[in-house]
């Protein structure tokens, strides 16, 4: 495996990492919302979630782009 491709495959891994770890902040987030409505830094958790699932699901779909943009001299 060349090195492009295995870091092509080591940045979805990273973006599926950041999906994961996003459902984990965006239910926390739920969960503070329901318990604490008043309070104005609920929603920390559950902005920081939707941000982290953007750019997991932008690493996915950008990946082949990213790794192209780090190994550039490379040939295939």
């Known amino acids: 495996m ?5 870091a092509n495959v080591l940045i979805k891994i990273l ?9 984990m902040h965006g239910v926390s987030g739920i969960l503070n919302i ?4 008043r309070m104005p830094f609920v ?4 902005v920081s979630g939707a941000i982290l699932a953007a750019i997991g ?4 779909v950008k990946s082949r782009d990213v ?6 001299n490379e040939d295939e």
Not at 2 to 6: D, N, P
Not at 15 to 23: A, D, F, I, K, M
């Open 34 to 37: 329901l318990a604490n409505s």
């Open 2 to 6: 060349k090195s492009k491709q295995l």
């Open 57 to 60: 699901i932008s690493l996915i």
């Open 67 to 72: 790794s192209g943009f780090l190994f550039k």
């Open 43 to 46: 929603w920390i958790n559950f």
């Open 15 to 23: 973006g599926l990492s950041l999906c994961t770890q996003s459902v």
